[in-house]
Nanobody, 128 residues
Framework: QVQLVESGGGLVQAGGSLRLSCAAS????????MGWFRQAPGKEREFVAA????????????YYRNSVKGRFTISRDNAKNTVYLQMNSLKPEDTAVYTC?????????????????WGQGTQVTVSS
């Protein structure tokens, strides 16, 4: 059974930073793309960032929603079965529950239906 467990959320002032972690178990982590999504109160879930499987190399493709480009960085450590989301220059509009997901394939994906396993989420609150 695949399990995804997020950590690292919290309360931070605008302009601050947080690093989210997502520990995965139950499947060959390095073979699958991983993504981060978020959902703010009263809003639909939206894509944040994704990273492809790295295969036999250290290189993985990444993809971001426009509003987080240059501020957020997604990375993965296959030895630790963990994907990270480094969030810098946080804004109040980044406030949401952030959830990691494991893709059905190895590629970079931005649509929720392409992911088959989801974590429980971690709250990120950015105060102004």
């Amino acid at each position: 059974q695949v399990q995804l467990v997020e950590s690292g959320g919290g309360l931070v002032q605008a302009g601050g930073s947080l690093r989210l972690s997502c520990a995965a178990s139950g499947r060959t982590f390095s073979s699958y793309g991983m993504g981060w999504f978020r959902q703010a109160p009263g809003k639909e879930r939206e894509f944040v960032a994704a990273i492809s499987a790295s295969g036999g190399s250290t290189y993985s493709r990444t993809y971001y929603r426009n509003s987080v480009k240059g501020r957020f960085t997604i990375s993965r450590d296959n030895a630790k079965n963990t994907v990270y989301l480094q969030m810098n220059s946080l804004k109040p509009e980044d406030t949401a529950v952030y959830t990691c997901a494991s893709a059905k394939t190895s590629v970079v994906l931005s649509t929720p239906y392409e992911y088959d396993y989801w974590g429980q989420g971690t709250q990120v609150t950015v105060s102004s």
